[in-house]
């Protein structure tokens, strides 16, 4: 999870999280609603600007976006390319006014 100031070089927070059967463990709930998304692909010491591009194209495409950034590996079990990179999944929630 990614909380992004309007300014991401001032400040990154990064929150890993898992889901959780009991929720009283959890550290975080992702909150049911409408979510913009995107999948691109990364690893290595590139996720963080891979996700912060991710984001500005999220950002871009002018839907109304609401808290933090998701982003989670998408098929890492069985899909890994030879560079080592794998798939990613990033979601903000959509702010339906």
Request: no cysteine; net charge negative.
């Amino acid at each position: 999870m990614l909380d992004i100031t309007d300014h991401p070089a001032e400040k990154i927070e990064i929150t890993k999280y898992k889901h959780m059967d009991n929720a009283k463990k959890a550290n975080f709930e992702k909150a049911k609603g409408r979510y913009v998304g995107i999948y691109f692909i990364s690893g290595g010491n590139h996720i963080i600007s891979d996700s912060l591009n991710a984001m500005t194209r999220i950002r871009e495409s002018g839907y109304p976006l609401a808290g933090q950034a998701f982003v989670k590996d998408i098929a890492s079990d069985f899909v890994n390319f030879e560079d080592g990179n794998i798939p990613f999944q990033m979601t903000i929630k959509w702010n339906e006014m």
